[in-house]
């Protein structure tokens, strides 16, 4: 593997990696379009201009609705979201119990000069380096940044996004097999918003290009579920409509700092937009260990039945399923009048045994979802398709 100088010198963000081995070689142009700067710009105040600024956008978050939101969503997310604010709350209290020794030892007034100097100089040179080592002022910087992305009133937050979405529309020109659009974390919105942009200003933009889109844990979620987050939801459900675009939304039980489970693209409110991926590869994932809570999750209360009957006739025994290649389409979409219908077109390759070859697929799912949101959507029917 070789890595290529920057493009245009040690300040570029943009440069190549060359691959290959056994006869085959790949070529790949990186461009990184990192939000540390603006991080670090707002991590350039004061430590008390900080620490304010932080309460306040934590303030702001819980206003708009968003702990709220993480709690009912993931309840990780949530303690992830109070962590640093009760960490910082920590310090206080015990520097507060410091400053005031003299007075719970009956002690003359004066005495709180040395105590109060005292209480200050454990904030700043004990309790502030051991919070730091959790990233705690950094955290408070993000959730300034996490408010400014769902409001998008923010001048400066406004101008980087849409400088980015120049660079990025010069990367896309670029001719290339595939374009790989990856993020996490805060990086997830910023590219959502990205992207979305793009979308606005051509929805062609994509048009005969292979373009991935891969985000971790729902992590859009977090500016998303703000309620003035409309230009971002909005943005979400321009990404998950383009034909063009495959979005990869990718889940790990073990990572705290994410919206395990959760389908990003319903929760901004496309609940007719395509989830169907995700639904696929975890109801193949269920059905191979057995899964009956998520099995249950995902289907009707027929066709849960009728995937109960199938893993008792397994008797307990485990399959592994490798979705090698999966492709969807919509079919038809309709409304009736207490739910929504849509049937889903999956074909592609999966291995069904480990070390086998692939196999080719072809079926057509039919999902339901009623019209008042009282569940997600559920699988209604599955049907085999001849192949051609």
């Not at 303690?79 to 030892?105: D, H, K, W, Y």
């Not at 996490?184 to 929805?203: Q, T, Y």
């Not at 809570?293 to 893993?311: C, G, I, N, S, V």
Request: hydrophobic share 50%; glycine share 6%; with cysteine.
């Amino acid at each position: 593997m070789l890595t290529g100088e920057p493009d245009d010198g040690p300040a570029s963000t943009a440069f190549k990696v060359k691959a290959g081995i056994d006869g085959w070689e790949t070529n790949s142009h990186i461009h990184i379009f990192d939000h540390n700067a603006l991080v670090e710009q707002l991590r350039s105040r004061s430590i008390p201009a900080q620490i304010l600024a932080g309460f306040r956008s934590a303030l702001q978050v819980i206003l708009h609705g968003g702990m709220a939101g993480y709690f009912r969503h993931a309840w990780r997310f949530g303690l992830f979201f109070v962590f640093p604010f009760l960490m910082m709350i920590l310090g206080f209290s015990l520097s507060a119990t410091i400053a005031v020794i003299p007075l719970e030892m009956e002690l003359p007034a004066f005495h709180l000069l040395w105590s109060t100097a005292l209480a200050l100089c454990f904030f700043v040179f004990v309790f502030l380096p051991f919070a730091e080592r959790f990233y705690t002022l950094h955290l408070f910087a993000d959730w300034r940044m996490a408010v400014a992305l769902a409001r998008t009133s923010d001048a400066a937050f406004d101008q980087w996004l849409d400088r980015c979405a120049t660079a990025a529309q010069t990367a896309l020109s670029e001719p290339a097999q595939e374009y790989v659009i990856s993020s996490h974390s805060m990086g997830s919105s910023v590219a959502a918003h990205v992207v979305g942009l793009l979308l606005e200003r051509d929805p062609d933009v994509f048009a005969g290009k292979k373009v991935i889109f891969a985000t971790l844990g729902s992590a859009i979620l977090q500016c998303a579920l703000l309620r003035p987050a409309h230009v971002l939801r909005s943005r979400v459900g321009l990404i998950a409509r383009c034909d063009s675009v495959n979005w990869l939304d990718v889940h790990c039980l073990t990572d705290a700092i994410h919206f395990y489970k959760v389908p990003v693209v319903a929760v901004c409110g496309h609940g007719n937009a395509r989830p169907a991926k995700m639904i696929f590869i975890r109801m193949q994932a269920a059905n191979d260990t057995g899964d009956l809570a998520d099995l249950r999750q995902f289907a009707t209360p027929e066709m849960f039945a009728q995937f109960k009957l199938e893993l008792q006739d397994r008797a307990g025994t485990t399959q592994q399923t490798d979705v090698v290649r999966l492709d969807a389409q919509v079919l038809e979409f309709a409304q009736e009048d207490d739910r929504q219908i849509v049937s889903v077109r999956f074909h592609g390759l999966i291995r069904e045994e480990k070390d086998a070859p692939a196999s080719a697929f072809d079926e057509t799912w039919h999902l339901t979802k009623p019209l008042d949101g009282s569940r997600e959507w559920a699988i209604a029917g599955i049907a085999q398709n001849e192949f051609a």
